[in-house]
């Protein structure tokens, strides 16, 4: 069983900065992909950002390249999101996910691939 908390959303100008952090527990968590999604009222689930178990990949959704840094500290359990030059686009309910079913050297960008989700953080961006 796996338990992810988010924290560090909030409200912010356009231009700013947040860092989003997701505190994991259990054993697997430092075997897992992890990721973070996105959703906004009346969209669908995005993915924004996605990690190896190492960190040495990550995937990007192209509207967050180059702005967002996504980054984990297995020795603290935890997943991180940085984002910088927020833009009102930006604004949704911001979760992190992990997959556990497997070990694996990949990250994944698909929502049905994860197996446990947190309860999300809300980024709004106001212009």
């Known amino acids: 069983q796996v338990q992810l908390v988010e924290t560090g959303g909030g409200l912010v100008q356009a231009g700013g900065s947040l860092r989003l952090s997701c505190a994991g527990s259990?054993?697997?968590?430092?075997?897992?992909?992890m990721g973070w999604f996105r959703q906004a009222p009346g969209k669908e689930r995005e993915i924004v950002s996605a990690i190896n178990f190492n960190g040495g990949r990550t995937y990007y959704a192209a509207s967050v390249k180059d702005r967002y840094t996504i980054s984990r500290d297995n020795a603290k359990n935890t997943l991180y999101l940085q984002m910088n030059s927020l833009k009102p686009e930006d604004t949704a309910t911001y979760y992190c996910?992990?997959?556990?079913?497997?070990?694996?050297?990949?990250?994944?960008?698909?929502?049905?691939?994860?197996?446990?989700w947190g309860q999300g953080t809300q980024v709004t961006v106001s212009s």
């Open positions: 259990g054993r697997t968590f430092s075997t897992s992909p």
């Open positions: 996910a992990a997959r556990t079913r497997e070990i694996t050297i990949f990250y994944y960008v698909e929502p049905e691939t994860y197996d446990y």
